[in-house]
Every structure is written in structure tokens, then in C-alpha cells.
């Protein structure tokens, strides 16, 4: 089946496609085209692994997944609104430019890698390596929130972003709310985690503090997103206190090399 023979109807000024037996490129051909005719409103029906959806599109685009989606999701998208209504595979944001992915259940490793702007988030639990390599410029401020728990080397070498962590939403309460090597080789950015994390998860190359009034504020912006996205109760988010997790020093590996 190629693009050109996939059944293609309207449902409430929505282009709805139902991806059951189609192959992914051809799914993704489908999407470009339909973009190219005008369109802004996609729901994707029956997803089952389909891999790279919305993957470099710009634009005010908006997509909704019914099903899990493949590996790499959103890569090097700038702008759409994507909302999956199930859980996740690994890659989500890879490099993603600006725009808002809204994963409704968990979501695999590698989210968000280096990320330089826009939004994820993710109600329940994530894999490994969550926000590696993201990165900030000026006020493009890449923002990942995990309401569940996460893996290990979560904000792993980030040079920039934030990273929110709840540990609210977990379909593994016996778990810790974050597994070992937090921030190894951090240098730039921020981490917020609802409550404290056990300092022997803790990169080297943090420092905990408690997040000032202006960094709150921020924060309570953000979580009221989240909220309204999975419809939680954003205060009750909030009632808890946040800890800060920043990296001692900008050039933590400064003293490997010889000048």
C-alpha cells in the first residue's frame, strides 16, 4: 500500500487516517501530503509501532495518536502539538526544535534528546537516559516533565533545559523516584524533583538546593500546563516541596585537558 491508496476521511474538520496495515513511510507520505493540500488537524487511528511520525514537520500542526507509536517521534519537529493517547517508544523529541509532545501513559529511553526547544510531557513512568544532551538558548528553554518515575543517567550531560520529575504518577511505586547517575556530567540547566533524591543517584557534578521564589513561580507555571494537558489537579502537584538539582560548575571535566 503507498500514500496515493490510503483511505482518507474528514472527522470533525480533522484528517483522520487509520494507520492498521499501513507501513510507516507510507503513513508519514500521507501526513507531508495532506499538510501540503492545507491541512492542520490529523487523528492517527490503530498506531502500532509506526516509527519517525511528525518527524521534521513545522508549523502549526496538530496530531492526535491513537495507539503507541515507533522509535523517534517528533524528531527535529519545530512547532506542532502532538498528543498520544497511549504509551510511547523510545526517542520522543529527539532533537526536537520548538512545539509540544503530550504522552499520555509511559514513554521509553532517550526523551528529549537534545532537545533545544518546545515542550514534553509525559504522565507516567520514563526509561533511560531521559533529557540527555538537551541544550538552551537565550530564552529557548526546552522543558521535559515526567509525572511518574524515571531511569537511570536521567539529565545525563545536559548543557541546558529543565527537567521535572514528580514521581506522582507511577505504575511502579516500589521503585525510587529516579534511578542512579542523575546528571553525570551535567553542565548547564536545571532539575526540579518533587521531594529529595538519595544522594548516592546523584552525579558527581551536583549540587541540591532548594529552588528560590522566582524559580517556584516558574515552576508552577509549568506544572499547571502539565496538568491541564492529562486533566490532574495542579495543586495538589504543588503542595509538595521541589529540590533543585544544578551542576557545580559549567566545565566539570575543565581539569582533564592540558592548556
Known sequence: MNARSIKITKENGAVSIDAEHIYYRDLNRA???????????????????HRYIADGICGDVSIDVFGVPGQ?????????TVRIHNNAQDGVGNTMDAGKIAVSGMAGDVCG???????????????????????????????IIVGGK????????????????????SLYQERSIVGNFMGTGMHGGAIY???????????????????????????EELVFDFARDFDLDA???????????????HRPYGNLYAY
Open 150 to 169: 524515571a531511569g537511570d543517567f536521567f539529565g545525563e550531560y545536559m548543557a541546558g533545559g529543565r527537567l521535572i520529575l514528580l514521581g506522582m504518577y
Open 113 to 143: 534528546y537534545a532537545m533545544r526547544g518546545g515542550k514534553i510531557h509525559i504522565m507516567r513512568d520514563a526509561g533511560y537516559r531521559i533529557g540527555i544532551h538537551m541544550k538552551e538558548y537565550y530564552d529557548r528553554i526546552p522543558v
Open 31 to 49: 501526513i507531508r501530503d495532506e499538510i501540503g493540500n492545507g491541512e492542520t488537524s490529523f487523528r492517527l487511528k490503530n498506531v502500532n509501532g
Open 193 to 219: 524533583v518533587r521531594g529529595k533524591v538519595d544522594g548516592h543517584r546523584l552525579g558527581k557534578e551536583l549540587i541540591e538546593t532548594k529552588p528560590s521564589e522566582s524559580e517556584l513561580r516558574y515552576l
Open 235 to 249: 495543586n495538589e502537584i504543588m503542595a509538595e516541596p521541589f529540590f533543585k538539582y544544578a551542576p557545580k560548575s
Open 72 to 80: 523517534d517521534l517528533g524528531a527535529f519537529m519545530s512547532g506542532p
